[in-house]
Each structure stands twice: as C-alpha cells, then as structure tokens.
C-alpha cells in the first residue's frame, strides 16, 4: 500500500568509516565551495553560530562583536555532552573555554557548567551553586540577587525535593524543557538538569525564587511563568574562571579554520562514497533539525516525484483546517468511483462505503493507503494544500499536478513544520504537534530509515513506486532530533535501494551520536 499515488490520476551493507580530510588552512577561492563561506566574508557577514571541526562555534554569549567561543571534542567530548544535555535550550551559550579548576577540567555556559576530573574523560553537570558557596558568595548572592539562603545540605534527597512547595517551579523542575526536541523528560533528566532543591521558595518583593544545586528559578507572584537565571554566567562575573579562559576568539578565523574540516564536507563525502555504485538518481538531505546548515546535502534541490510521501502534506493540512474550523475529525467521508480509479489497489473502502476523517488520516500515514489518502485529499483540497505550501514559502513541492513533485530540501522543511521544529505561518499547537508526531511513527514501513536504528524512534513517512523509492523522517538522538531525507528515482531494485538508504541513515546517525562519556548518577 506504500505505492506512489497522484491526487489526480493512479501513477503509471555495511557503513563505511569517517576518515577526517586534513586541508588545513584553506585559501580564499577554495572557501567558495563550503557550505556557507565564500569570497569576500566580511565581520558582518558571520553566521550566530556555525560548524567547526567536531564540534560548534557560538557568537550569543560572547562580550566582544564578531568573536565567539567554541564547544568542540578534544581530550574530553566537550561536544558531544552539550549536544546530549540539551545544547544551548538547557544550558545555554558558551561562556568560556574549558579551564582547569580544584582538580577538574570545566567549561561555563550561560545557564550552568560541565566538569571531568582533570585525569579523566567522564564529565557531568556542575553544581554550580555549590561552587559560588565554597567561594564565599553566598551571602553577596542573597543581598544582590535575591538567591535564598541555603538550607540543610544533609537533607536526603527525598526530604529536598518537597522543598519544592510552588507548583509553577516545580512542574518547570520536572517538565520537559524543549518538547519538540525530547520525546520525553524523565525524573533523572530533570535531576541531572537542577540537581537537588538547595532551598524551599522564598519571596523577594513581587518574586519567589527558589535555590538548586544547578540553577535557581523565579517568577513573579501573580505569574505561573517561571524563569531560569543565568548561574553559569556568575562564574565568570564573580571570578571563578580565569581570565584568559573568558577572552573569545575571533570568529572569523574560526570560521576560515573549519573550511574542509566539518562534519557537513566529511560525512557528505561518506555518503557519496556508499551510494556511488548504487543505481538510480539521488537526492540526500540531512541536518540537526531546524538548522539550515546540513549535515549532508546531495543533490538536495533537484526535482523528485514525492510518491507516498506526500501524505506528510495531507497530514498537515488536515491539522491545519482542523485547526480553523474549516474540518472535523468526526466528519464521515464517503468512497466513491472517482477515488477507486485515482487509487492503486488494494481497495481498502468499495465505493459507497463510509470512513471518517481521522480514521482516513490513520490509514494513510500508518500503512499508506492510497484510497483513504485520495479520499481525504478531495475533502481538503489539494488546490488548498499547494497555497498553503506557497505561503510557507516553499517553491518546488506541489501535489496539485498530475505528477507531485518536491525536493529533499523542502521536504526536510515541511516535516519540521509538522514536528514543532521549524516556524511556520501556521504554527501547530503541542498537542497538535504530538498527535502528528504520533501518526508518523506509527509508519509500519520500517526498512529504510529505521531499519538499522532500532534504539531511536523515527517519524517519517515512506514512498514506493516500480522505479522509485523514498523515506523521509526525524530520528529523534540523545543529541536531538536529525532531519534525514533520502529520494531515489530511476532504480531498478527498490530492495537494493532501500538497503542502501537504510545503510545512509545509519551512517549519519552514528557519526553524530557516538558513545556515552559521562558520569551515571545524575547528581554527578
């Protein structure tokens, strides 16, 4: 039932290693080819933050223009644990280099720290709070930012937990802090994000503020809105980094140093090298989901049939006139003729038979039935579907031809829409987000993209055709979720094809998700 399907009429191994490229310093002409240098950068031209080699350049943070400060894997995977903590939605921008301190390797960020022992590799969470404490700020932190006073720290920890007596603090304390990024938000992520309540809630004028080993929150009396101040920027303010390790570097040079060097020229080599002798005409997309900087990009603006896939712009359609009053789920939708010439077989519904629009939705994402699709896509209307896609800007994808067409790229976008990834001109609420995040990984189709990624959930939709074979999803990482889009036309063994596609998610995933290197407990 995955087959290829017009709105208007029925359609007639092993992954190799990343080695890393040496360039070195790469000359003016040659930065024309990376993915986002060229001639003539000036200052102003800087991107807020982009790829270097194993790791990330950040401007936000910075105190000087035009510099910034890198999180990048060396002797420690600086790199990888940012990204699994959260990145900058947790912790926030870089504000230091690592540096040593007490006998631990730290680097500062915004909203908190990481540390190793110095001699070893594991890192976790900082107690930062701890730390300005042992530094004698404690009461400088009471009388100047109305931080409370700490309670008794051989509380065990059940005890410091219902310290947390304000509802408001304590559902953010617990609560998922990027929904659309983390599938879930369990009690040993929340724990590893505060630590432990160092304090009950205590009000300072119209605010209550409440303490945490990590962190310290606050909202106003008359709000539920609660608000996360910046502790790792203490670190620096009151001295405890030293001040070489809070001097950023140029931005520029960093930016000129990666040319060659970064994940987007090494991995898109990889791919290529995989798919190289494999038949059929490509298109590849792949990136940290709602980035425009790729991870790789093969051919990724070329004209491609969606098949199936363009389901994923019923989907959201659905949701959207749901949204504004114009469709309900409950609505009974009623098979006719019309549907059952336009639709390959098999026929799931004879004509005169009755289905409502959910239930149509459900068939069409999970198992791809085209008649279900076809009889939905007449009730919203394709036509409408293609202004929606005009008016979010995309230029390619239209399903109101005889022959849809779209791009890796702009498929990429669409799904990222749909997940709560990517602003739209119509943005999705949370729970409209979840439930159509939920169809998509009801997709029974999993010999693509899921094939070797059993350990991560993948919402993606799939299309086949005699020729032709696509898969287009999010696989949801420790390190967030990854936009992979694969397009193949033109081959002539869609199982050959989908192994080698299943082979390319695998090989992205993994370079952008390695092993763990962190410290079990939560609590450090």
Same mark, same amino acid.
Not at 193 to 214: E, K, W
Not at 224 to 233: A, D, F, K, L, S
């Given at each position: 039932m995955a087959g290829n399907i017009s709105p208007s009429r029925r359609e007639s191994g092993r992954s190799p290693p990343l080695g890393r490229r040496q360039f070195g310093r790469m000359v003016a002409a040659t930065l024309a080819t990376a993915p986002f240098v060229g001639p003539g950068l000036t200052d102003q031209d800087l991107p807020a933050d982009f790829a270097i080699e194993d790791g990330h350049h950040y401007r936000q943070a910075s105190p000087e223009p035009n510099t910034g400060f890198a999180v990048f894997n060396g002797r420690r995977p600086w790199w990888d644990t940012y990204r699994r903590a959260g990145g900058p939605q947790v912790l926030g921008y870089p504000v230091s280099l690592p540096y040593a301190r007490d006998g631990l390797a730290v680097q500062a960020f915004s909203h908190g720290a990481i540390q190793s022992p110095f001699q070893g590799v594991n890192l976790a969470p900082a107690n930062v709070l701890e730390w300005l404490d042992a530094a004698g700020h404690t009461r400088w932190l009471h009388e100047q930012r109305q931080v409370p006073m700490p309670l008794d720290a051989d509380a065990n920890a059940d005890a410091r937990l219902a310290w947390m007596t304000d509802d408001a603090i304590r559902d953010v304390y617990f609560g998922n802090p990027a929904p659309a990024r983390f599938l879930a938000?369990?009690? &040993?992520? =929340? +724990?590893? $994000?505060?630590? +432990?309540?160092?304090?009950?809630?205590?009000?300072?004028?119209?605010?209550?503020?409440? $303490?945490?080993?990590?962190?310290?929150? !606050?909202?106003?009396?008359?709000?539920?809105? #609660? $608000?996360?101040?910046? #502790?790792?920027?203490?670190? #620096? !303010?009151?001295? +405890? #980094?030293?001040?070489?390790?809070?001097?950023?570097?140029?931005?520029?040079?960093? +930016?000129? !140093? =990666? =040319?060659?060097?970064?994940?987007? !020229?090494?991995? &898109?080599?990889?791919?290529?090298?995989?798919?190289?002798?494999e038949p059929g005409t490509w298109a590849v997309w792949a990136a940290n989901s709602g980035t425009n900087r790729p991870l790789v990009a093969i051919e990724p603006d070329r004209n491609m049939r969606t098949l199936s896939v363009w389901k994923v712009l019923l989907l959201r359609e659905a949701f959207r006139q749901r949204s504004a009053g114009l469709l309900s789920f409950d609505e009974l939708l009623t098979m006719d003729e019309t549907v059952v010439e336009r639709a390959d077989p098999p026929i799931s519904l004879e004509p005169g038979q009755q289905i409502d629009v959910g239930t149509a939705l459900e068939h069409a994402i999970s198992v791809s039935d085209n008649a279900s699709a076809i009889l939905l896509g007449d009730r919203v209307g394709y036509q409408n579907i293609d202004f929606d896609l005009r008016r979010e800007g995309l230029q390619v994808t239209t399903i109101n031809v005889n022959e849809p067409f779209t791009t890796a790229r702009e498929t990429a976008d669409v799904l990222e829409r749909i997940l709560g990834l990517r602003p739209g001109v119509w943005q999705p609420t949370l729970t409209e987000i979840r439930a159509m995040r939920e169809l998509l990984l009801s997709e029974r189709r999993t010999n693509r993209i899921p094939r070797w990624l059993p350990q991560h959930w993948v919402a993606h939709k799939t299309g086949d055709f005699p020729d032709a074979t696509n898969d287009a999803g999010v696989v949801y990482t420790a390190m967030g979720p990854v936009t992979v889009v694969v397009l193949v036309d033109r081959t002539p063994n869609r199982d050959r094809t989908a192994d080698a596609i299943a082979d390319v998610a695998r090989m992205i995933v993994n370079a952008i998700n390695p092993p763990t290197f962190e410290a079990e407990s939560p609590l450090g």
């Open positions: 938000w369990s009690r &040993t992520q =929340a +724990l590893r $994000r505060f630590g +432990l309540p160092m304090s009950q809630p205590q009000r300072f004028g119209q605010t209550i503020v409440q $303490r945490f080993q990590r962190g310290v929150l !606050e909202r106003n009396v008359d709000s539920r809105t #609660v $608000r996360e101040r910046p #502790v790792g920027q203490l670190l #620096v !303010e009151l001295g +405890l #980094v030293t001040k070489d390790r809070t001097t950023p570097v140029s931005s520029m040079d960093a +930016l000129l !140093e =990666a =040319a060659g060097r970064t994940i987007h !020229e090494r991995l &898109t080599a990889a791919v290529r090298t995989r798919i190289r002798s």
